[in-house]
């Protein structure tokens, strides 16, 4: 067996050097690399050391630290909102222990088809922060779009707008253990009995998330006791496709269905 | 590799291979009391607590846990001194086959010590990354109510008399 290389840097100048080091990877929970052959990784930067751990909250942003923990992020939201969109999607991601070690910026870097995460940092309009050969804020539907950010890279840290929404999260599972078929994250903005604004994302789909823009559309202004669920269901046109999919026109049905539903569970939040 | 950790309170220094598990170093370092499950951070046989928070020892490389403080079973109780959660697992019966036994022990120290009293849903939830094939559950969580109810005593106990 190959040996690996591990590295322990202590600042974040060090840690950006060594990201850029051919077959250098990050490690902060280790549990998405446990699913990879390690035969072409040279190395791994172990980043505990490293000040990524802290979540700033202000009245504008929050900002959460690439090495935080699922479990860091729903205990510190917890205290101040523990209706965020974020502590509902993640509360119920993975299991305890598992969320003890799934990192933000590992969830985001390796984005599966199965993440509760993404969804709601893309609704959020999340900016992921990069250190190494692409230093910078990018926004975070651009960071997914782009491989080349991710190549040579770290992610240190990913903020978000600390807005009031009123927010949904639904996983299609079986089992509570499952990773879900795809989920949908619902946020929603109402003002005088109407809609003001939405952001309904669907992961899981056969290009990774969708956005469900005729169904934002059928929303918006409108007033809350006309929406249908069967309007929207209609308007639910998601294309799924990989080995976990069997029936894609069911799966697209029943994520009409949950929609519908979790856009009442929205308004009721 | 070698490297210095903390485990149950005494340092030890363990050599292993660069690419593995903490459930395996443990488990060639004699404690063996941490289980060999799944190996997918499913079944939470292997649990540990790793700088006190539960975690499954199969999804650790050893590497990313050195100078860390872990914590197995043993740690918290042994045969002569067992701890209060231990007996309450044996009084109410939620002991079978005892594969799971340390993993679920852990997770409830876990939980304790940050919840003292805690609701039938934060137990359920504690304990979602642990699995045990013969018990259903009902006994475990009856266990977890017990462990809570005498330590919250012996707490309050302590409290009523001025001991800290």
């Known amino acids: ?269 | 590799m070698n490297g210095k950790f903390v485990v149950n309170g005494k340092q030890y220094q363990f050599n292993f291979n660069s690419d593995e598990r903490l459930l395996f170093t443990l488990r060639n370092h004699g404690f063996k009391e941490v289980k060999n499950g799944c190996l997918e951070g499913e079944c939470g046989a292997c649990l540990i607590l790793l700088n006190g928070k539960p975690v499954n020892s199969c999804q650790v490389f050893t590497a990313s846990a050195i100078g860390k403080d872990i914590k197995t079973v043993k740690g918290i109780g042994n045969l002569h001194e067992p701890h209060v959660i231990q007996e309450a697992f044996v009084e109410a019966g939620a002991v079978q086959c005892g594969y799971c036994t340390p993993g679920m022990i852990l997770a409830t120290y876990a939980l304790l010590q940050n919840k003292p009293k805690p609701s039938e849903s934060e137990i359920k939830n504690a304990l979602d990354g642990n699995l045990c094939r013969c018990t259903g559950y009902v006994k475990i969580i009856e266990a977890v109510k017990l462990a809570a109810e005498r330590l919250n005593g012996v707490k309050e106990n302590k409290a009523l008399y001025g001991e800290k």
């Not at chain 1, 992961?203 to 929303?219: I, N, Q």
């Open chain 1, 1 to 269: 067996m190959k040996e690996l290389n591990w590295y322990y840097p202590e600042t974040l100048a060090d840690t950006a050097k060594l990201v850029q080091q051919k077959n250098v990877f990050p490690h902060g929970g280790g549990t998405g690399l446990l699913l990879r052959k390690l035969s072409a990784v040279d190395g791994l930067i172990e980043l505990s050391q490293l000040p990524l751990q802290r979540i700033k909250i202000t009245g504008d942003f929050i900002e959460i630290g690439g090495i935080c923990t699922y479990g860091d992020v729903i205990s510190e939201l917890m205290k101040t909102d523990p209706e965020h969109i974020l502590v509902k999607c993640l509360h119920h991601s993975a299991n305890t222990p598992l969320r003890n070690r799934i990192t933000i910026g590992g969830s985001i870097a390796m984005f599966p088809p199965w993440s509760d995460l993404m969804g709601a940092l893309i609704a959020l309009d999340a900016e992921v922060k990069l250190l190494g050969k692409n230093s910078g804020d990018f926004p975070i539907s651009e960071y997914i779009k782009d491989k080349n950010l991710h190549s040579e890279s770290l992610i240190t840290s990913v903020k978000i707008q600390n807005l009031p929404w009123r927010s949904a999260h639904y996983r299609e599972i079986r089992t509570k253990s499952d990773m879900p078929i795809f989920n949908h994250t619902v946020l929603l903005k109402t003002a005088d009995g109407r809609i003001d604004d939405s952001r309904l994302i669907t992961v899981g789909t056969a290009s990774k998330f969708t956005r469900l823009s005729e169904v934002e559309e059928y929303l918006m202004n409108r007033r809350i006791e006309t929406i249908n669920p069967s309007e929207i269901e209609k308007r639910v046109r998601l294309k799924f496709s990989g080995s976990r999919i069997d029936d894609p026109e069911y799966v697209n049905l029943k994520a009409g269905i949950e929609l519908g539903r979790l856009i009442q569970k929205a308004l009721r939040s």
